[in-house]
């Protein structure tokens, strides 16, 4: 069974950083391209930022370019987005995805459970 | 590539069918022939669901009444009877070029 389990976020100041992960398993992690997808509160889905099944191809919404960085180690089986310099419009629940194949496609098939990112002073 | 959704809320009777529109701004064909539009679903307090990969390939598990549409820039989702559980935010997305993805505003459905 596939499974994505998010953990990290919480609360930061404008300015700070924080780490989400998404551990993954039920298939072959390094197979798949994964993506962040972000939902500010009472709003839609917003793309954040995807990297290929090997790593060596990353992209990033204009929002996040520069600021956030979207890694992932293989060997762990687990997803990385680090966010420096934190805004206010940061603010959202991050979910982590699936694509259904090896390069950044939208095909995004299974879904973690989400995880809330404030930044508040 | 700007996608546009019509209407933004639909109150459904039991039963009864649905039809949702998405738009973009743009030709989502790409030169591979395929044609790069998804459908998604939130449920009321759930992770979005996959429901339709390149228009129309209904994902495993999605109900038979449900069926996806369309072409370029104008695709279609449609319910051919509503259910109760078929509550919730119906987004678009498209991903034409790697890393440019974007969704839609969204079609929230609710019963009447």
């Known amino acids: 069974e596939v499974q994505l389990l998010q953990s990290g976020g919480g609360l930061a100041q404008p300015g700070g950083s924080l780490r989400v992960s998404c551990g993954a398993s039920?298939?072959?992690?390094?197979?798949?391209?994964m993506t962040w997808v972000r939902q500010a509160p009472g709003k839609g889905l917003e793309w954040v930022s995807a990297?290929?099944?090997?790593?060596?191809?990353?992209y990033y919404a204009d929002s996040a370019k520069g600021r956030f960085t979207i890694s992932r180690d293989n060997s762990k089986n687990t997803l990385y987005l680090q966010m420096n310099s934190l805004r206010a419009e940061d603010t959202a629940i991050y979910y982590c995805?699936?694509?259904?194949?090896?390069?950044?496609?939208?095909?995004?098939?299974?879904w973690g459970q989400g995880t809330l990112v404030t930044v508040s002073s | 590539i700007v996608m546009t959704q019509t209407p933004l809320s639909l109150s459904v009777t039991p039963g009864q069918p649905a039809s949702m529109s998405c738009k973009s701004s743009?030709?989502?064909?790409?030169?591979?022939?395929?044609?790069?539009l998804y459908w998604y679903l939130q449920k009321p307090g759930q992770s979005p669901q996959l429901l339709f990969s390149?228009?129309?390939n209904r994902f495993s598990g999605v109900p038979d009444r449900f069926s996806g549409s369309g072409s370029g820039t104008d695709f279609t989702l449609k319910i051919s009877r509503v259910e109760a559980e078929d509550v919730g935010i119906y987004y678009c997305?498209?991903?034409?070029?790697?890393?440019?993805?974007?969704f839609g505003p969204g079609t929230k459905v609710d019963i009447k």
């Open positions: 039920g298939f072959t992690f390094r197979n798949y391209a």
């Open positions: 743009q030709s989502l064909l790409n030169t591979d022939g395929k044609t790069y």
């Open positions: 997305m498209q991903s034409l070029q790697p890393g440019l993805f974007t």
């Open positions: 990297i290929s099944g090997s790593g060596g191809s990353t």
């Open positions: 390149e228009v129309s």
């Open positions: 995805a699936k694509d259904r194949t090896a390069v950044a496609g939208g095909d995004f098939d299974y």
